[in-house]
């Protein structure tokens, strides 16, 4: 894997965001590392990392769900995104969630 260099500010910019409640949607062209970029921030962010894979409904919740679920204080599965949300907000902390290939759903 190439080293990560030059994104020191789009780092401290998310940084700043994820310090407030609200949603942060981080768009682009293909290909100019986004997932990467995102995937070193969570390196020393404990937040919640999924990608979302091209799959009915149903597949994608059980998937995020696995990516996160050794993070979470509960071994509920959720059976719909209502479900899940209120895992989530169970956990009694704040939370940062990140979905990636997010038009996927």
Do not use: A
Not at 39 to 57: A, V
């Amino acid at each position: 894997m190439l080293d990560f260099t030059n994104r020191k500010s789009e780092l401290i910019e998310l940084d700043l965001l994820s310090k407030k409640p609200g949603l942060i949607v981080l768009f682009g062209r293909r290909r100019v590392g986004k997932t990467r970029l995102l995937s070193q921030w969570f390196q020393n962010t404990d937040g919640l990392y999924s990608q979302c894979i091209e799959s009915d409904p149903k597949m994608q919740l059980l998937q995020i769900y696995q990516d996160i679920r050794s993070k979470l204080k509960t071994d509920i599965v959720p059976k719909n995104w209502p479900e899940f949300f209120e895992i989530l907000e169970l956990q009694n902390k704040k939370i940062i969630f990140c979905i990636d290939e997010f038009p996927y759903f």
